[in-house]
């Protein structure tokens, strides 16, 4: 059904999206703070007019585009944004006109307070009482309220009657609220979940007080949270079937704020179904594609980690800490044209959707000659909009869709419990082994513990300090391994908790001959299984990881010296792609109707021409070879030599 959605309104091209929520005129409160342009400027009108334009509606698709996010609700009343939904009205039809599919901006977290308060609303309320606000002016509602559900599902019908293709949520995450609506849901949920719980304690439902943060090992916290994510899970499931219900191809796409060194499970994200809810979702982050210090960013976890959910994903990656303040003294946040291109590319390699978040954004100071380029957009530079254009025409002659399927065969387990109650121990592993492989050149994709028996697809199994595990989650890994299947186990606390973080009195070490109590310092291989002991502290932050308190999420000490961690890897399985190059170069391997591609990525900055040689398992024919900026060219037959590499290239072999 997704893929069939996808297909209908892009066919074969891949998705080019590009946001214009930030220039809603409702964010001229926000003064310095409100989006695409600072909401004080006295051109903001003009500004505004310029970007909903015609004019601008066939320049995007000059460009290249083909999804636009434009601006319709704030958390207004429908009065105080008629014009906003008119204006939405206007330009989704020009988009229309140009073949650009058109969704409309709708704000999760807050509701403008002074003018709007939708009848059977009731606000937000921390467990202490006090009001959760998105700023002063902007005020959470209780997204569980009668009064908050009809009003959104309000503003989904006006969006769609308006010419808007779906819908686009903004922060769909979901703040702990202790408001009297939850708390009465939150005793019903524990009368229905938690029995055995409150008969241990001793305790009945209606008296068990709310638990002021997620404390990861308490088992009251766990079931306020849990409670709290599947009720953002089933209020996401009655949006999308109220969508569904006036279109049953609309898209759902939102936001729900990943990759920001945050726990997703306390902000009421249970990551893996809510993922599967959606058609497209939004890596809004700072994980600017870059190599520096010998440490890689990118948002190639998300990428891999969505595909292999079956959805796509768009990018937003600032260079900095501050999503919106993008001009003047802040321009930097922005890419220059020369970093345009790895920004549009790395998606790509990972099966992710290409995006120019920055595109309609307030030209910076710096590349203005004069006050009439201020009225300009971004993306009007001549040198930004070449970059831009050459690499749009680039990916559109890509042998690739917006349904990749990917084929490498290292699988590295995501634990859902593991996440939600070990997040920094866990999240850390997850990001560093991801760092490892990538900065190896070995293709790697994710298997979700929802679907631990799928790992028998795949050769080689990855399990990433994942300390909290079930009894049978054990016996399918034992299973596994048995059966033949490679298991990479790092940190000797593997399965030291069991599902709710009680503590064993061993890991799931002496299910392969071995115990965490042998206190090893290096690397032990027992058959089919390998276990890297973690006994170092962990170290630097990751390379541009917005961190929710510093500190908190760390790269493994093993990332010190990451060949004894590939000569483990190699030791347990062969290389799926051999790579000989000079510097770093990243590959993917995945197939769909049109046939196997392998893609090779490069991190660098600036990055100089090399020749790399690639050598995949098992593939020997013919191939064709795409680089950017030269015409495509075949290859005879492995090993695949590729001259002149410098950021990206593509290898399309012929079955």
């Not at 769609?160 to 949520?169: K, M, P, R, S, Y």
Request: with cysteine.
């Amino acid at each position: 059904m997704r893929t069939q959605k996808l297909r209908k309104y892009f066919g074969d091209r891949p998705i080019a999206w590009v946001p214009m929520w930030g220039i809603s005129k409702l964010r001229h409160r926000g003064g310095e703070f409100p989006g695409s342009i600072p909401g004080n400027s006295l051109w903001y009108d003009q500004w505004y007019d310029r970007a909903m334009s015609a004019e601008n509606a066939d320049r995007l698709a000059g460009l290249g585009v083909n999804l636009v996010i434009l601006p319709f609700s704030l958390g207004g009343s429908s009065e105080l944004e008629h014009q906003e939904h008119e204006d939405f009205r206007r330009m989704a039809a020009e988009l229309h006109r140009n073949k650009i599919t058109a969704l409309p901006y709708l704000q999760y977290q807050n509701l403008l307070q002074e003018e709007h308060m939708p009848p059977g609303t009731v606000w937000a309320e921390t467990p202490d009482g006090a009001p959760i606000s998105y700023s002063y002016w902007r005020r959470t509602a209780c997204q569980s309220s009668e009064g908050f559900r009809n009003y959104f599902k309000g503003v989904i019908k006006a969006a769609l009657e308006a010419g808007g293709d779906g819908i686009w949520i903004d922060n769909n995450y979901l703040k702990p609220c202790a408001c009297a609506v939850c708390r009465r849901n939150f005793v019903e949920y524990l009368k229905l979940n938690c029995q055995d719980l409150l008969k241990s304690l001793e305790i009945e439902a209606e008296h068990v007080a709310i638990p002021p943060a997620l404390l990861e090992s308490d088992p009251i916290a766990q079931a306020f949270y849990s409670f709290n994510a599947a009720r953002n899970l089933e209020l996401h499931k009655e949006f999308k079937a109220h969508l569904e219900s006036i279109n049953p191809d609309a898209l759902f796409a939102s936001n729900p704020a990943l990759f920001r060194g945050r726990n997703y499970f306390a902000a009421g994200v249970d990551l893996f179904p809510l993922l599967e809810l959606n058609d497209i979702i939004y890596l809004e982050n700072t994980l600017f594609p870059e190599k520096k210090d010998n440490m890689f960013s990118g948002n190639y976890h998300g990428f891999v980690l969505t595909n292999s959910l079956g959805l796509t994903a768009v990018s937003g990656t600032w260079k900095h800490g501050d999503y919106d303040n993008t001009a003047r003294s802040a321009a930097s946040r922005m890419p220059h044209a020369a970093e345009a291109e790895q920004v549009m590319l790395e998606p790509v390699v990972f099966g992710g959707s290409t995006g120019m978040f920055w595109a309609v954004r307030e030209m910076p100071d710096s590349l203005c000659g004069n006050s009439g380029d201020k009225l300009k957009m971004h993306y009007e530079n001549s040198a930004m909009f070449t970059t831009m254009q050459n690499t749009l025409v680039y990916i559109n002659s890509l042998p690739i869709t917006n349904s990749m399927e990917n084929l490498a065969q290292t699988a590295i387990l995501w634990h859902r419990n593991s996440l939600a109650f070990d997040f920094n121990v866990h999240q850390s592993s997850l990001l560093g082994i991801g760092e490892l492989l990538l900065s190896n050149g070995i293709p790697f994709q994710t298997v979700d513990s929802r679907h631990l028996d799928r790992i028998s697809q795949y050769p080689l199994v990855i399990v990433p300090d994942i300390r909290l595990m079930s009894e049978p989650e054990i016996a399918t890994l034992k299973k596994y391994a048995e059966g033949g299947g490679k298991l990479l186990i790092i940190g000797m606390d593997c399965g030291i908790f069991d599902e709710r973080h009680r503590q064993k009195l061993d890991s799931i070490l002496p299910v392969f001959g071995l115990s965490r109590y042998d206190h090893f310092e290096t690397p032990v291989r027992k058959g089919n299984v390998t276990v890297i002991p973690v006994n170092g502290q962990p170290g630097k932050m990751f390379l541009n990881l917005k961190q929710a308190a510093n500190g908190t999420v760390l790269r493994p000490c093993w990332l010190d010296q990451p060949e004894i961690m590939i000569a483990e890897l190699d030791n347990l399985s062969e290389r799926q792609i051999k790579i000989t190059a000079e510097r770093s170069v990243s590959a993917s391997i995945m197939s769909h109707e049109k046939g196997t591609v392998i893609q090779l990525f490069s991190y660098e900055a600036g990055p100089l021409p090399q020749t790399v040689t690639v050598i995949p398992a098992g593939i020997t024919g013919e191939c064709t070879l795409y680089r950017p900026g030269q015409p495509p060219c075949n290859l005879d037959g492995a090993p695949y030599i590729i001259e002149n590499f410098i950021r990206h290239a593509l290898l399309h072999i012929h079955s």
